[in-house]
C-alpha cells in the first residue's frame, strides 16, 4: 500500500473516526463500516493535512478553482479547509469557501453568499458514498450560471463506483460492503441500526 494513504488510514482510526457496527448511511444504505470525519475534522490540523494533500493532487491535474463548494454539514469544514489550501498553494486571489445547506430539502446557497457567472468551482465531500449530495451541487452550480470544474473528497467509499461527468480525486478509495434495507444481513441478525452523528437508533 502506498505509504501516504498508510499515513491517512493510521490517523484516521487514531481519532477513532474509523468506526465498526451497523449504521444507516445519508445515502439510505446500510453498512457495517462508517468513517466519521467530524472526529477528524474536528481537529483543524489533521483537517488541513487531508486538505492540503488533495489540493496537491488537485494542482496536479491541472485544475484551478476559483472557489469552494461543499454540502452541509459533511463538508461544513472541509470547503474552508481546503479554500485555505489553495490560497497557501497559489498565493492568488483568495480563495472563497462556501456551504450548500438543503433548508427544505434541496441544496441551496444562502446567507447573503453567491458564486458568479463563470466562476470556476470544486465541489469537496468529506466521504463519498454514492455520489448523490455532491452531485446535486455540480447541478446547484450550473443552475447559478458558475462553472463546476471537478469534485474531491477525503475519502471515496464506493470502490470506484461513484461517478461524475467531472474529474473526481479522492485520498483514499475503500471498497466497503453497503446493503440495501431489505437485504441488510446486520438488520437480519437483528443489529441495532444507528445513524451516525446521533447517540439514538435509528429507525429501520
Not at 484516521?12 to 451497523?22: D, I, M, N, P, T
Amino acid at each position: 500500500m502506498n505509504t501516504k494513504i498508510d499515513e491517512f488510514e493510521s490517523l484516521l482510526r487514531e481519532v477513532e473516526a474509523w468506526q465498526s457496527g451497523h449504521f444507516l448511511l445519508s445515502s439510505g444504505m446500510h453498512s457495517s463500516e462508517y468513517v466519521q470525519c467530524q472526529r477528524l475534522l474536528q481537529y483543524p490540523r489533521h483537517g488541513m493535512y487531508f486538505a492540503e494533500a488533495l489540493v496537491q493532487r488537485l494542482l496536479a491535474s491541472g485544475l484551478r478553482p476559483q472557489a469552494v463548494v461543499g454540502p452541509a454539514l459533511g463538508a461544513v469544514h472541509m470547503e474552508v479547509l481546503v479554500a485555505l489550501a489553495l490560497d497557501k498553494a497559489l498565493a492568488a486571489e483568495p480563495i472563497r469557501g462556501i456551504f450548500a445547506e438543503r433548508p427544505e430539502g434541496t441544496f441551496e446557497i444562502r446567507r447573503g453568499t453567491d458564486l458568479k457567472p463563470g466562476e470556476k468551482v470544486f465541489v469537496v465531500e468529506d466521504v463519498t458514498t454514492t455520489g448523490g449530495s455532491a452531485r446535486q451541487v455540480v447541478d446547484l452550480i450550473r443552475k447559478l450560471g458558475a462553472e463546476p470544474i471537478g469534485v474531491g473528497a477525503i475519502i471515496d467509499r464506493s470502490g470506484g463506483k461513484a461517478q461524475f461527468d467531472l474529474p473526481f480525486i479522492s485520498l483514499i478509495q475503500m471498497n466497503l460492503e453497503i446493503y440495501a434495507k431489505d437485504e441488510c444481513p446486520l438488520c437480519k441478525a437483528g443489529q441495532p441500526l444507528v445513524k451516525p452523528g446521533s447517540t439514538k437508533k435509528a429507525q429501520a
